[in-house]
């Protein structure tokens, strides 16, 4: 842990890591300790601070890549410049020993290598930050892939994480700093990189993304072999698609860009509203295209390990700013995000709505093909979060997912017009959803919970009956006690009155002679004075 620590400070050393702290936002004790630090004397050189960490987060090794690769999708927290370049990290890695991913498919198929497969390749096809794929043949005969988790991987992590979490927290006792809220941002990484790590997780969410496309002319997703599967390793049918960033190869066999792109688009949109459940980390390397059909394309998709969803009023408050942004109708959009609690319900919408006016119209006045999708959206988290929005992380994982899209479909295609694209997609979605036809699913959906219902319907009636007369008699017990606590309280002070007059008039009678040579030789006010002080005594 200590050499680590080192190791890392070393690193912070080298790039001038501390130059990216807002100095003077920092509590004076800290900006005193960077002022005197013996960092300063270390020349910064003419790299930019983005380039900087992005070098910083490579020579620390894969799981603070992987972190560079997940804070690069927060652009609503990142300076643009950083954001930019953090998207470069790369997940080409070193790969561990070709002897380590024998022993440990071994370990977890309880089987030797042989009894496994038919044919295991020790040179891995890939390596990434957590996992390394293999290639492979079963003795049915089918060709496959074996993903294997890194040895050792969790226990480096969960050390990485440890310090990650100190470092969160000194940043969080910043202001500038805590604005980014470091902490949850750690806290949200963690929660994914872990989930990585198991890898029958990232099967189930494979086998639930190739029954959503099951026959489907959109997307191909290849097979899981669940006899072969465990916590670390995986085993998947082997696909020969061409990776979409191959644009030469993709041009070569004759693949019809646009209908790819478009198609692109249809995908994410049948995920996001269809099938509530998306592949949210579909970057060029986890994307190919069949080679059959290039006239009509296929995607297909691979690594599953992060997917997102969102809740059904969340799918219809996005539907509905969308389309509302289509029309341009920004007081609708202001109205849709109080509504759903995205911001503070004192947030006026009329002054939201200018806000966003200001900063989409300049956007949306451009020609449709040369609008990103993604930065109006953006450009929307940006103002809301002026109004005190809480960042949701699952709109977050959902824009990634959009700008890595769109970025593709324009690369694919330049012209492409992702908002004529989507609009027809979405406009159908929601009148199917609002319309007869989604009021009729529904129902059929719900029917058979209704049906097991229905018998015990009387019963139900009964007991909520019952229920209802039961509060209603307790009810009027209250009230009755109530009452008779009040006539009790009344009841004392009739009586504490009279004792109080009855006392001081007792007192007037013993004291009268004295008073009376007292009263005569005093002013009227003091006399007036006198006799209200008495009758409001008389009163208590």
Request: aromatic residues 8%; hydrophobic residues 45%.
């Amino acid at each position: 842990m200590s050499f680590r620590l080192l190791r890392i400070l070393w690193v912070i050393t080298r790039y001038r890591l501390d130059t990216l702290l807002p100095l003077e936002r920092m509590p004076w004790y800290l900006r005193l300790l960077f002022i005197l630090s013996p960092l300063r004397l270390i020349p910064i050189g003419k790299r930019s601070p983005g380039e900087r960490l992005r070098l910083a987060l490579e020579a620390l090794g894969p799981i603070f890549v992987k972190f560079g690769q997940l804070l690069s999708t927060r652009r609503d927290l990142l300076p643009e410049e950083i954001a930019d370049e953090l998207r470069r990290l790369q997940d080409q890695v070193p790969p561990f020993p070709g002897r380590e991913a024998r022993e440990l498919v071994e370990a977890e198929l309880h089987m030797s290598i042989d009894e496994a497969f038919a044919h295991f390749e020790p040179e891995p096809l890939a390596s990434a930050s957590i996992a390394q794929v293999h290639a492979a043949r079963l003795h049915t005969g089918e060709e496959v892939v074996a993903k294997i988790i890194r040895p050792g991987i969790e226990h480096i992590m969960r050390q990485d994480m440890a310090l990650m979490y100190r470092v969160a927290g000194v940043l969080a006792r910043i202001p500038e700093a805590r604005r980014l809220r470091p902490v949850e941002v750690v806290r949200d990484y963690e929660s994914t990189l872990f989930d990585e790590l198991d890898l029958h997780k990232e099967a189930a969410n494979t086998s639930q993304l190739k029954r959503n496309f099951k026959d489907s002319p959109l997307l191909y997703v290849p097979a899981t072999y669940w006899s072969h599967t465990r916590r670390r390793v995986m085993v998947q049918e082997r696909i020969y698609g061409v990776p979409v960033a191959d644009l030469a190869a993709l041009k070569v066999q004759g693949t019809d860009l646009k209908r790819l792109a478009e198609r692109g688009v249809e995908i994410f949109f049948t995920q996001v509203f269809r099938d509530n459940f998306f592949h949210a980390d579909m970057h060029p390397g986890n994307i190919f295209v069949a080679r059959e059909h290039p006239n009509d394309p296929q995607y297909i998709a691979i690594d599953c390990g992060i997917v997102g969803s969102l809740t059904r009023e969340d799918q219809d408050y996005l539907a509905r700013n969308l389309l509302a942004f289509f029309h341009q109708d920004y007081y609708e959009v202001a109205a849709l995000h109080i509504e759903s609690g995205w911001v503070g319900e004192n947030t006026r919408a009329n002054e939201f709505a200018a806000a966003i006016r200001t900063v989409c119209e300049p956007i949306l006045e451009k020609p449709l093909k040369d609008i990103s999708f993604g930065q109006v959206l953006l450009g929307l988290f940006k103002t809301a979060r002026r109004f005190n929005m809480e960042v949701q992380p699952q709109l977050v994982l959902l824009q990634k997912t959009l700008l890595n899209i769109e970025g593709l479909g324009r690369q694919l295609y330049p012209d492409l017009d992702l908002w004529t694209t989507a609009k027809p997609y979405l406009e159908q979605w929601m009148k199917e959803r609002a319309g007869a036809s989604g009021f009729w699913d529904s129902l059929k959906r719900q029917a058979p919970e209704l049906a097991r219902q229905l018998p015990e319907l009387p019963s139900v009636a009964h007991h909520a009956l019952s229920r209802i007369e039961h509060e209603h008699r307790q009810r009027h017990r209250q009230a009755l006690a109530l009452d008779g606590i009040q006539r009790q309280l009344q009841d004392r002070r009739r009586i504490g009155r009279r004792l109080r007059l009855g006392v001081l008039l007792a007192g007037l009678a013993l004291a009268w002679q004295p008073l009376s040579q007292w009263a005569a030789g005093q002013p009227w006010p003091v006399l007036l004075i006198a006799a209200t002080g008495l009758l409001l005594l008389a009163w208590q």
